[in-house]
């Protein structure tokens, strides 16, 4: 019983401190959560509020809440200026084969032209591209570097 | 184009069935053969006519220097220095005196002569057991003197086959992706070089982004991926008269393309509405067949040398895995297991193993497997690695490497190498620029 206790203690501070660590790493680097980019600096802006770009996790194509935010005010903007039609561009980070990455790119692009789409915008004024690893905004061989380069973009085609 | 000028013209003499002297394949480059390659001997009169018109000295030295530099890079061989060798060329190519030979440790010697003749380059050379004292391969040829390179190559490939029992792989050319500018900001050439490194040519401006060229095995055609128009298509090269073409009538992006062995399709992975499937294009005809229809990624196709199954990269598991089935699509199977992610499987010229790149835990590497998965070997480990492809006996792999950068990121670089199936004889593969994405031509002769 009273080993039960000590072992039930030991496991409150062992959560705990994991909670503190966790904090500690999140604010140290501020600009990624679990390993998606949520940082600024890479960021462009398609109008006043509406960022152009969403990021991804290694290996997914997972929209994230904030990406999901994003393309919203993407889809709201996009609305109000009909007559502007979108390119997507796919993008992987340097840590995957090529042709695999082209892939992932093209089926990232694709997951945003989706969400796009429920919220309005007609797939014909949107058009994907992906290219792979090609591409990167970062050229640096860090985990920060690489969830920076983990996106898709919209860029205005006209 | 030089195909065409390229004949052997008689064989002197028959091939001797047996040999004292065998290069040991099996076990990589523990003990290369010690082996003389003896200058080609060369009258006055000739060389004089090819310093005209090929600019070299000595034509003679420099074809015995491409066999000798050819054998090095094998790993297989150990060209011993020419400073000590006692006999003359001219007198070796004769009759050599064996006890010379055997006195520096030679167990093989190579010798021969060049003439110029009718305004083209006639070669001989023979193939010597030291050890037992006999001639174990005499060829002579004849062809254009602006092929002389490829002569060397010839007697290399020549030499290697009499003495491993395998065919060479040392007449043949590399594609591959040339590259310049800082990483954000690539530019990509294709571009082709004798497997030496030799006669670079690029073949494309760099205008638009260019990626993953593979040589048809039967022929001098390319099948590559460009973004001209920024449409990523896969297209076709004829290197002999630079026509290009867009290879089908595709609504989304096609990429990862490869010829069949025959050379009559190309197969490929075509993705739209964020899936990617495999297709195959018959080139006479044109017909496009559907070959998997599944809501994964699958790309990276590669048929096997028997045109009866291909192996693929397909994350239908979850994760990017090597899979292989029959060539209609039927009976996939997985044949990766092991941790981490499989890529980029290429199936041997021999048939019996695949090559692939395996990421496990932040490393890349380059391994072979058999062909039902078992009996994997990583052969390389680094920072990034992938895209190997096969020399045409299925003895060495070609890939491409790239660095880490600083934390500026700088310093970033892509260059190719080789490797031995075995794990041995690890090589840069020297290139006027970074490359990446090589691929190995079939041997252009015979």
Sequence with gaps: ?158 | MLLRYLFILLILLPIKVYALIEVDITRGNLSPLPIAISPLSIDEQSKESFKKIIKKKNIGSEISNIVENNLKQSGLFNPLNKDAFLQKPDIANLKPRFEDWNLIKAQALVTGKVTFVDEKLRVEFRLWDVLAGKEMLALAFTTVPSNWRRVGHIITDKVYERLTGEKGYFDTRIIYVAEEGPKIKRIKKLAIMDQDGFNNKFLTLGNELVLTPRFNPTNQMVTYLSYFRNLPRVYLLDIETGMQEVVGDFPGMTFAPRFSPDGKKIIMSFAKDGNSDIYTMDLENRVVERITNHPSIDTSPSYSPDGKYICFNSDRSGYQQIYVMDSNGKNVKRISFGNGLYGTPVWSPRGDLIAFTRLRKGKFYIGVMRTDGTGERLLTENFYQEAPSWSPNGRVLIFYRETKTNSKGEGFSAKLWSIDLTGYNEKLVETETDASDPSWSSLLSN
């Design chain 1, 1 to 158: 019983m009273n080993l039960n206790k000590i072992l039930k203690n030991i496991f409150l501070v062992l959560a705990a401190s994991l909670v503190l660590t966790a904090c500690a790493t999140q604010k140290k680097t501020g600009q990624t959560q679990g390993d998606v980019y949520t940082g600024t600096d890479s960021v462009e802006y398609l109008a006043s509020g509406v960022k152009d770009r969403v990021f991804f996790a290694t290996n997914e194509t997972v929209l994230t809440t904030a990406s999901r935010d994003t393309l919203r005010k993407q889809a709201g903007w996009l609305r109000k200026n009909s007559k502007i039609n979108v390119v997507l561009e796919g993008h992987a980070d340097e840590r995957g084969t090529r042709e695999y990455n082209l892939a992932l790119g093209e089926r990232r692009a694709n997951a945003a032209k989706d969400y796009l789409m429920t919220y309005g915008i007609s797939s014909n004024r949107i058009s994907v591209i992906s290219y792979g690893k090609e591409r990167p905004v970062d050229s640096g061989s860090t985990p920060l570097s690489w969830s920076k380069n983990r996106r898709s973009v919209t860029i205005k085609a006209n």
